[in-house]
């Protein structure tokens, strides 16, 4: 059985929803990118406490029409990308880092 | 700035978005610059918990970029607690600051906080030059040992240089001095009235040839024939364009909650203290009418020649008595980047024309009652 995985939003980072999509600016060299609604809903849910396959399945598999073995396949291979550009933290243990704040704001 | 950056900011312009917000947490300073336009007394800032209130409403209008700014920001007390809040509410936070306060210490809380940028104000790489401007001796030393207290920390620095007469030989030695330190630089050849419209700090604004040498200079601005070729002709996208970001996705607000479309347009749309941020945004009149001006609608410029590539500043028109007018400052930069004067400066040439004459006439020796009426007519022009 595989070990769990944790994921966390770094604190390092700036982001703020524009319409549909989370946009998120990295401290690492001040990278911009723009989370896709799915993304979004994973990020968002990165609290450094839920594991990852809880998460899709709460989160995403409740949201998206989406087999879960491949929502978890596809939101393990995310949250790598994301950790490599300093977006995501990722742990085999829970992360106690202090979050940001999440607004969901009303444009 | 980035494609990426340039599409969002597209976009908020089509939601309606408060993209990107400059706060001004106060108007005090430990510098005195010659070309501020700012009066430094505390007249009632906000409070701590005024500023979290509104930086709290920003976040809640989708407000992503804040820009901290003053005076000075690290003469408020307050001013780390403000950032860590800022920070918690996941803006991203750019600071302008002069830079004497920061020390090690402070560097590396800026670089735990996650600030994205630093802006520090250098208007010299020669000592002399750079504290004679700010009246403050050994501030450009302390300003360089806090750029690399933070260049050490992994920040980005970015060293703005606003050109002036007392200056304007030195921008080549800021440059090469940004270089040295790692630091982006930036150039700004206009000095603005101050904001309660006293106009004497444009007498150090440098003159045409200064800026005119500053346009052919390649190293500033690539292909110099390029870079000054004349205006295209405006086309019906451009004629329907939005003059600048002011009040359409970016906004200002003072220490004392004065809500501006831009720090550079002084035209107050409501106060934080009294709406909430999003009501000022969505509903003040003032900004209703500013986001209804297009080009076409300019009187002056929409049947200029510069008008779809001039660099047109809506708050330095509006200073200057209506923000559907030019902005004679802008022009004198089209001028002096093309060799082609505006629709403006042809007009003041023509009204100015007989005033002048008549002013040399004016010297001493003229009697009382010649004088009184020569007064009358300069200023009728002027």
């Known amino acids: ?107 | 700035m980035s494609g990426l950056m340039q599409e969002m900011g597209d976009r908020a312009l089509r939601l309606g978005v408060p993209f990107s917000v400059q706060v001004d947490l106060t108007y005090r300073c430990n510098e005195q610059c010659v070309h501020c336009y700012l009066d430094h007394d505390d007249h009632g800032e906000m409070t701590t918990a005024e500023i979290k209130h509104l930086l709290k409403e920003m976040a809640e209008a989708g407000v992503f970029i804040l820009t901290l700014s003053g005076g000075e920001i690290f003469m408020r007390k307050d001013f780390f607690e403000i950032l860590e809040y800022a920070r918690e509410l996941t803006f991203c936070v750019k600071l302008k600051t002069n830079a004497v306060l920061i020390r090690e210490a402070q560097a590396a809380r800026l670089r735990d906080l996650g600030v994205e940028s630093i802006q520090v104000s250098i208007y010299s790489h020669r000592p002399g030059v750079h504290d004679a401007i700010t009246k403050v001796h050994g501030s450009l030393q302390r300003s360089i040992d806090a750029i690399r207290f933070l260049k050490s920390q992994g920040l980005k620095v970015v060293m703005a240089n606003v050109l002036m007469t007392e200056n304007m030989q030195d921008y080549h030695g800021v440059r090469a001095l940004a270089d040295e330190l790692g630091c982006e630089c930036t150039l700004d050849p206009t000095v603005t009235p101050m904001m309660d419209g006293d106009r004497s700090t444009l007498d150090l604004n440098a003159g045409e040839s200064v800026l005119r040498a500053l346009f052919r200079d390649e190293a500033l601005v690539g292909n110099a024939d390029e870079f000054c070729a004349p205006p295209p002709a405006p086309t019906e996208d451009s004629m329907n364009s939005v003059p600048c970001s002011a009040g359409h996705t970016a906004c200002y607000v003072s220490p004392y909650g004065e809500f501006y479309p831009c720090v550079q347009f002084p035209l107050s749309c409501g106060n934080v203290r009294q709406q909430r941020f999003i009501d000022i945004w969505r509903d003040s009149e003032q900004l209703k009418e500013v986001r209804a001006i297009r080009l076409r609608d300019l009187s002056s410029c929409s049947q200029c020649a510069h008008g779809s590539s001039c660099t047109r500043c809506p708050g330095l028109a509006f200073m200057e008595g209506n923000m559907r007018g030019p902005s004679t400052a802008d022009c004198e930069k089209s001028f002096a980047r093309t060799g082609i004067p505006s629709k403006n400066l042809l007009a003041k040439k023509e009204n100015a024309s007989p005033a002048r004459l008549v002013q040399i006439q004016l010297v001493p020796a003229i009697t009382g009652s010649r004088l009184s009426g020569m007064d009358s007519a300069a200023s009728a022009v002027a």
């Open chain 1, 1 to 107: 059985m595989s070990k769990k995985l944790y994921v966390a939003r770094s604190p390092r980072i700036a982001a703020r929803m524009l319409g549909e999509e989370m946009l998120v600016m990295s401290g690492q060299g001040s990278t911009l990118f723009t989370l896709n609604p799915t993304a979004t809903v994973l990020w968002q849910a990165a609290d450094g406490a839920t594991p990852l396959d809880e998460i899709v399945e709460r989160r995403i598999c409740s949201e998206f029409e989406v087999n879960p073995e491949e929502a978890l396949r596809d939101a393990e291979a995310l949250a790598a990308d994301l950790a490599k550009h300093g977006i995501l933290l990722i742990s085999e243990e829970p992360i106690a880092s202090k979050l940001p704040v999440q607004e969901q704001n009303r444009p």
